[in-house]
């Protein structure tokens, strides 16, 4: 079967969105080229890309497109994926996105050395930490790592208060119920970004 | 003696193909199924496409059952027998004759291209089972 073939048939695959299927197919494909995996729109995508992601993260070849790789991985929160593409290419530009993520891809944030990081990066990551949903415990659980710490100054802390305060303060909410709710979180946020410059 | 036999069998097929297919049936049997050559199998199979009827379909099943069909005889547009089928929207037709060509042989022997055709159609289709089976 020649490439054309395979490819043909992976990309039926992957519409038809079967991991089962694409497990027999990958036994003589061997590989996934990554411009056949989409950017999932919904939420059954989302779910199926995620599975094969984490499931058949050696048959892609992360070196194909990065980018499109990252962007999938941390759309759909396949933390296998988005650990192996973080240990082979060191990208920390996209900490910021894994902050905010799911559990399991925020998790992966505790295996990188925050000593390593640059204070402009870890500044982004912690705001993103911040507007998550579990702030609090993301919050702590990156002061505790030592994500708070500046790599500049020995002992200095990282400034991120006035800013996250006037990113916070910029943003526009719906006028219905989520909206309000979404605003009081906001509050919160802030007084405890208060508290944290205060300290 | 041979030749009495193969116009038996072209006749047969042009039954078909003409929409007599209670008739064709009616004459044919297994033995006489399993004596056809792979392409008069195939233009057989052709024949069958736009047919939908019982007679039909119980030719169909005689020839799954018995034939050997050849995938590389084309039609008169020099259309492949798997693209006709395709072509005529005969999914249940599609899903019977995968049966027989299961990923190696289709490797074997050059039959590839048919092969992920078909599993792409039957995908395509929803069909699953036999896909899967076809892939296996």
Known sequence: ?199 | MLGSRIEEQERMIELVRQGACKRALQEMDEKAVQKMRPEQVSRLLSALIPFRSRPAREIEELVFQNGRWSWTEKDEEGFWLHEQIIRGGRVDMAAKAAERIRKREAGDSGLSFVWAELVVYLLDKCQRLPARNMLE
């Open chain 1, 1 to 199: 079967m020649d490439e054309e073939e395979s490819c043909r048939v992976l990309e039926s695959i992957l519409a038809y969105q079967d991991l089962e299927l694409l497990g027999i197919a990958l036994k003589y494909t061997r590989n996934i080229p990554t411009e056949l995996l989409q950017v999932p729109e919904d939420e059954r995508e989302n779910r199926f890309m995620r599975e094969l992601l984490n499931l058949y993260v050696k048959y892609i070849d992360i070196q194909d497109d990065t980018k499109r790789l990252w962007r999938i991985s941390l759309c759909c929160g396949a933390e296998v994926m988005a650990e192996r593409l973080l240990k082979k290419t060191e990208d920390y530009q996209y900490l910021p996105q894994i902050a905010e993520g799911r559990e399991e891809v925020f998790d992966l944030l505790l295996g990188v050395p925050a000593r390593k990081v640059l204070d402009e990066v870890k500044k982004e990551v912690l705001y993103s930490a911040l507007v998550s949903e579990h702030w609090k415990e993301r919050l702590e659980t990156l002061e505790q790592k030592g994500w708070t710490k500046s790599s500049r100054q020995r002992k200095g802390k990282i400034q991120f208060a006035d800013e996250s305060i006037r990113r916070l303060e910029k943003k526009k909410y719906a006028s219905d119920r989520r909206g309000k709710l979404e605003q009081v979180a906001d509050k919160e946020r802030i007084r405890f970004v208060k508290a944290y410059g205060q300290e």
